[in-house]
């Protein structure tokens, strides 16, 4: 079987969490890098919260140094359809001057720009407005098809790692491994049929705890199924610049795979019974995170 190819980026670096929480720890950046580097992928590329590694630029430097790249995911993380679009592009420009200063974009390394959320702003002039500014600004768009969901896992994680609870963090991380397996199984089945057989996939995962402790064991358990391939590859095929020019679209783009009809009636069933928590499961985090509401 020929292997899948993907695009592998974390978000949100140096930290998932904002400095002054307790679980901020921009080191956790420098383990996933060492993790990477153990188990030989040699292409990623880290997104970037601007005011998050402001005060925290040596994880970074490292980062870019064994070969990585940088890209810009704004100062602040806003969503771009909760603020104006003046403020928003003020954020892409804050961490595109940090960015710079780090270096990110030397040595003929390529931009790229990842809206926090996959959110593009409020559809019409503003969406318009801030696609173009981020362009003159030398980007390119890298929107995420391979969402892990590391991220519903952080907080059931971190409430056992406050708690102690050791045995219940080891479900959670084998709940999180079957998760993020079953979504690369899963993308790479239905990417080719919606995006057409040349689409490789965008993954991405976020510089918290899961992606601290899971992420080589994972890109270990995926052995010869998967190959990490440049960003720079992926954003070049035809279907992703179709994908990444369409403003119509909001939202993590990985999200379109789960549009067909039995999925659609599982969201529904989810949403109707939030409240008894059947697609929650907070403890533990969810069992199917792409059909949670
Ligand atoms: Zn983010």
């Known amino acids: 079987m020929e292997a899948m190819p993907i695009a592998l980026t974390v978000d949100d670096a140096p930290s998932v969490f904002a400095p002054g929480s307790p679980d901020f720890d921009p080191g956790r950046m420098d383990r996933v890098r060492e993790a990477l580097q153990e188990t030989g992928v040699r292409h990623c590329v880290a997104f970037v919260i601007g005011e998050r590694a402001r005060d925290h630029r040596e994880p970074l430097r490292r980062w870019l140094e064994a070969g990585y790249e940088l890209g810009n995911h704004t100062e602040a993380h806003f969503a771009a359809s909760?603020?104006?679009?003046?403020?928003?592009?003020?954020?892409?420009?804050?961490?595109?001057?940090?960015?710079?200063e780090?270096?990110?974009?030397?040595?003929?390394?390529?931009?790229?720009?990842?809206?926090?959320?996959?959110?593009?702003?409020?559809?019409?002039?503003?969406?318009?407005?801030?696609?173009?500014?981020?362009?003159?600004?030398?980007?390119?768009?890298?929107?995420?098809?391979?969402?892990?969901?590391?991220?519903?896992?952080?907080?059931?994680?971190?409430?056992?790692?406050?708690?102690?609870?050791?045995?219940?963090?080891?479900?959670?991380?084998?709940?999180?491994r079957r998760v993020a397996d079953a979504c690369v199984a899963r993308a790479g089945k239905r990417g080719a049929a919606h995006w057409g057989a040349q689409f490789m996939h965008v993954a991405a995962c976020h510089f918290g705890p899961l992606s601290e402790h899971e992420l080589g064991g994972l890109v270990r358990d995926l052995g010869s199924r998967v190959a990490f391939r440049p960003l720079a590859?992926?954003?070049?095929?035809?279907?992703?610049?179709?994908?990444?020019?369409?403003?119509?679209h909001n939202g993590i783009a990985g999200?379109?795979?789960?549009?067909?009809?039995?999925?659609?009636?599982?969201?529904?069933?989810?949403?109707?019974?939030?409240?008894?928590?059947?697609?929650?499961?907070?403890?533990?985090?969810?069992?199917?995170?792409?059909?949670?509401?």
Request: proline share 4%; glycine share 8%; aromatic share 8%.
């Open 102 to 176: 780090l270096g990110a974009f030397d040595g003929g390394r390529r931009a790229y720009f990842r809206h926090p959320f996959g959110d593009r702003g409020a559809a019409g002039g503003a969406r318009e407005a801030i696609d173009r500014a981020i362009a003159q600004l030398g980007y390119t768009h890298a929107d995420v098809t391979l969402n892990l969901h590391d991220y519903c896992y952080e907080a059931p994680f971190i409430a056992a790692a406050h708690t102690a609870d050791a045995a219940r963090q080891t479900r959670i991380r084998a709940r999180y």
């Open 82 to 100: 909760r603020v104006g679009a003046d403020a928003y592009l003020e954020g892409v420009r804050g961490c595109h001057a940090l960015l710079n």
């Open 233 to 248: 590859e992926a954003i070049e095929t035809p279907a992703y610049r179709r994908l990444a020019a369409d403003l119509s």
């Open 255 to 293: 999200d379109l795979l789960h549009r067909r009809l039995r999925d659609r009636a599982l969201r529904k069933l989810a949403r109707s019974t939030r409240r008894l928590g059947l697609f929650q499961q907070s403890r533990l985090g969810p069992c199917w995170p792409h059909l949670a509401p």
